[in-house]
């Protein structure tokens, strides 16, 4: 029996999608399995980044023929930050995951979050036994330490493509280009809770990474001075009272 901050919650798995033609359909059938057994009103949201293969095309194909699938489609190809940006901004439900295309995470792993949900603004995973590239392990461990050591957020693995957040902190977030590195501790500086767990980790099912070892460690380290001088700047604030009155009508009072 779910609790009543339970029964409130729904949710939107944006999926953002450059060049995967070769992953779209095999997720789309362990996005399903989820599907069948999420505990919430759950619906999918592809965010075609401006593919130039076959993507658009197989997504068009996914949302006609399965239920509880959408998408947008960007101008042209704006990078993972955007693409973010542009589904939050689409989203209506209470809550917004997010999940890569490249089935390096299972979506039946947002049941491991989801439980986590009514008490957190944020559930992110944390990659357990890494199925990447040593050259991947080790670029990812020297930014997300230079980035705990330079902002002290707490987050093991803030590059997990495996989060939830509750939709009302994630469409207050500052973007800037880089901010999908920074999601967790910018959820923090709005005042809300971030909760880690251990989820799965396999090796890429198809195509390849877009990142090389120079974005993956020049991007990071960068953005992290980025982040500092924007926390320093950030304003954040609750209204403690409120009263609203009737407009004037016509000039009379």
């Known amino acids: 029996?779910?609790?009543?901050?339970?029964?409130?919650?729904?949710?939107?798995?944006?999926?953002?999608?450059?060049?995967?033609?070769?992953?779209?359909?095999?997720?789309?059938?362990?996005?399903?399995?989820?599907?069948?057994?999420?505990?919430?009103?759950?619906?999918?949201?592809?965010?075609?980044?401006?593919?130039?293969?076959?993507?658009?095309?197989?997504?068009?194909?996914?949302?006609?023929?399965?239920?509880?699938?959408?998408?947008?489609?960007?101008?042209?190809?704006?990078?993972?930050?955007?693409?973010?940006?542009?589904?939050?901004?689409?989203?209506?439900?209470?809550?917004?995951?997010?999940?890569?295309?490249?089935?390096?995470?299972?979506?039946?792993?947002?049941?491991?979050?989801?439980?986590?949900?009514?008490q957190h603004a944020m559930v992110i995973g944390i990659r357990a036994k890494r199925k990447d590239t040593f050259i991947k392990k080790i670029s990812s461990k020297i930014a997300n330490g230079f980035r705990r050591y330079m902002i002290n957020d707490g987050i093991v693995d803030t590059g997990c493509p495996l989060k939830i957040m509750d939709a009302a902190y994630a469409k207050r977030v500052p973007f800037f280009d880089g901010m999908h590195r920074f999601l967790p501790a910018l959820i923090q500086l709005q005042g809300g809770k971030v909760k880690q767990l251990p989820v799965q980790h396999f090796e890429r099912f198809a195509g390849y990474s877009k990142y090389h070892l120079f974005n993956r460690l020049w991007g990071p380290l960068n953005d992290t001075f980025a982040f500092r001088w924007m926390r320093k700047r950030y304003i954040n604030y609750g209204i403690a009272e409120e009263f609203e009155n009737q407009p004037v009508a016509n000039g009379h009072i």
């Open 1 to 118: 029996m779910l609790d009543k901050a339970f029964q409130s919650v729904s949710l939107t798995v944006l999926v953002p999608v450059y060049n995967e033609e070769g992953c779209l359909q095999r997720f789309r059938e362990s996005m399903d399995a989820f599907l069948a057994q999420s505990p919430v009103p759950t619906q999918v949201l592809f965010v075609n980044d401006g593919s130039t293969d076959d993507s658009l095309r197989q997504i068009r194909e996914i949302c006609q023929g399965s239920v509880g699938y959408s998408y947008i489609s960007l101008d042209r190809n704006h990078g993972l930050s955007t693409a973010i940006k542009a589904g939050i901004d689409y989203c209506q439900t209470s809550h917004i995951g997010y999940i890569d295309s490249d089935l390096q995470t299972s979506p039946l792993d947002f049941m491991l979050l989801l439980e986590h949900v009514p």
